[in-house]
């Protein structure tokens, strides 16, 4: 694979209809990156995984890098490099900014922006162990494999939370982490396969 697919990807999320911010509702605003890069030559997404601390709402939960959208950002855009920077150490100058893929909410009311882009991998990553435990490198084709054999394809109206799941070494992504990754394999595939 080459470096030809992050056009093929920015095209894709220019012309898609994204999930919109949530009407009505009181949401808190929030903010990821879906991080993408070459590893091996495979497509990869950048996900984190939460600490195992007590009483962390996100208890060892798989998560993109991002967080709340603050007062002094200008922003969604502004907030979510500045999140990457404070949680990874990833500078601006290291990311090209892809698109928005939409808004997702949580049953917490946290409306998420998230940001695609793509990472050049120059600079250590370096990370606070007291909220993330680790880093991890999720194969886009691990998960078009789990979304192909669950037959995840084309349901989009009939999954929830709790059916969409996607097994990665010894953890599972679920909640909203998976609908974002759900939503994302879904623009990509059949378009190409990986």
């Known amino acids: 694979m080459t470096n030809n697919i992050f056009p093929i990807i920015k095209t894709l999320i220019q012309n898609s209809t994204p999930p919109q911010p949530p009407f009505g509702k009181k949401y808190q605003a929030t903010c990821v990156f879906l991080l993408l890069y070459q590893m091996k030559q495979e497509l990869t997404v950048l996900g984190i995984q939460k600490t195992d601390t007590i009483g962390y709402p996100w208890r060892n939960q798989v998560a993109l890098p991002g967080g709340h959208v603050d007062p002094e950002d200008n922003s969604p855009k502004e907030a979510v490099f500045r999140e990457l920077q404070e949680e990874l150490a990833i500078l601006p100058r290291q990311v090209e900014l892809l698109g928005s893929l939409g808004h997702f909410q949580t049953i917490n009311q946290k409306d998420i922006e998230v940001f695609v882009g793509t990472w050049d991998k120059s600079g ?43 097994p990665l070494e010894d953890v599972e992504i679920w909640g909203v982490t998976a609908k974002i990754l759900y939503h994302f394999i879904e623009l990509l595939y059949p378009k190409f396969q990986i």
């Not at 192909?148 to 059916?163: A, G, I, M, P, Y």
């Open 124 to 166: 250590p990553l370096n990370f606070d162990e007291t909220e993330i435990s680790r880093i991890l490198e999720i194969p886009f084709k691990t998960l078009l494999k789990t979304h192909l054999e669950r037959k995840f394809h084309s349901r989009r109206l009939e999954l929830d939370v709790t059916s969409l799941r996607y």
